[in-house]
């Protein structure tokens, strides 16, 4: 029952992040650093969402497997 919950929450933030960025096509100027780029709002918006996302999941798997090692490393003692 809660996969069945996980999975549509997992779907609904999917579909309104699709809903976001397909709204979102004008083109806007970015400035990093010593360039600017012109792109479409919906590109920066998903380019910045992959971002977190990727980061999100690195530092979560960071997290787990340093709990699962300092668990294995008290239980061996």
Same mark, same amino acid.
């Given at each position: 029952m809660m996969n069945r919950i996980k999975l549509i929450?997992?779907? !609904?933030?999917?579909?309104?992040?699709?809903?976001?960025? !397909?709204?979102?096509?004008e083109t806007v100027e970015t400035k !990093?650093?010593?360039?600017?780029?012109?792109?479409p709002r919906a590109a920066l918006l998903f380019g910045a969402m992959a971002i977190g996302f990727t980061t999100g999941v690195l530092v979560a798997n960071r997290l787990s497997s340093r709990g699962d090692s300092e668990a294995t490393s008290t239980t061996d003692t």
């Open positions: 929450a997992v779907g !609904l933030a999917a579909l309104l992040t699709v809903i976001v960025v !397909l709204q979102n096509t !990093l650093l010593f360039f600017s780029l012109s792109m």
